[in-house]
Nanobody, 112 residues
Framework: EVQLVESGGGSVQPGGSLTLACAAS????????MSWVRQAPGKGLEWVSS????????RYADTAKGRFTISRDNAKNTLQLQMNSLKPGDTGVYYC?????WGQGTQVTVSS
């Protein structure tokens, strides 16, 4: 059974940083690309970033470029998202995603 468990969210002021983590299990993590998506209050899912199975192929949404860094540790079956220079518009629930699966999400709130 695929399980994705996100953690690391919280409340920060604009300009702050957070590192999100996703613990994956139930599948061969090292063979799949992974993504982070988010959902702002009252809005639909928005893709944030993706990383291929080996970690060399990385893409970011324009809203994340230059501020967010996605990474993975295939030995530990974990996915991370380092988020810097956070803005109020980054507020939302963040999910790690594998194909049609995602976890329960972790809340990120950016507010002064």
């Amino acid at each position: 059974e695929v399980q994705l468990v996100e953690s690391g969210g919280g409340s920060v002021q604009p300009g702050g940083s957070l590192t999100l983590a996703c613990a994956a299990s139930g599948f061969t993590f090292s063979t799949y690309a992974m993504s982070w998506v988010r959902q702002a209050p009252g809005k639909g899912l928005e893709w944030v970033s993706s990383i291929n199975n080996g970690g060399a192929g990385i893409r970011y949404a324009d809203t994340a470029k230059g501020r967010f860094t996605i990474s993975r540790d295939n030995a530990k079956n974990t996915l991370q998202l380092q988020m810097n220079s956070l803005k109020p518009g980054d507020t939302g629930v963040y999910y790690c995603k594998l194909l049609g699966y995602w976890g329960q999400g972790t809340q990120v709130t950016v507010s002064s």
